[in-house]
Nanobody, 123 residues
């Protein structure tokens, strides 16, 4: 079992930055592919970015390439999402998730989810 808790969301103006954190407990994340998903009002949840358990593979949705950066610190059991040049369309609840199946890439069918943190970008 892995418990995930996101933090760092908030209100920011367009063009600004936010740094999201995901704290994991219950098990080490070193063997999990980790991802950040988001769900905007009235839309389906989508994969934003993911990082493989080995750190060797990284995925970014086209809409965030060049603006968002995922990172992880296995020693601290933490995953991070640095979001720069934020746009109003980035407004959503952001979720951290863990996938125990290392063969799935990009990860889907996540095993564990956090409760999410709200990011609001004003124009």
């Amino acid at each position: 079992q892995v418990q995930l808790v996101e933090s760092g969301g908030g209100l920011v103006q367009a063009g600004g930055s936010l740094h999201l954190s995901c704290a994991a407990s219950g098990s080490t994340i070193s063997s999990y592919n980790m991802g950040w998903f988001r769900q905007a009002p009235g839309k389906e949840r989508e994969l934003v970015t993911a990082n493989s358990w080995s750190g060797g593979r990284t995925y970014y949705a086209e809409s965030v390439k060049g603006r968002f950066t995922i990172s992880r610190d296995n020693a601290k059991n933490m995953v991070y999402l640095q979001m720069n040049s934020l746009r109003p369309e980035d407004t959503a609840v952001y979720y951290c998730a863990a996938d125990s199946d290392g063969s799935r890439w990009p990860p889907n069918g996540m095993d564990y989810w956090g409760k999410g943190t709200l990011v609001t970008v004003s124009s």
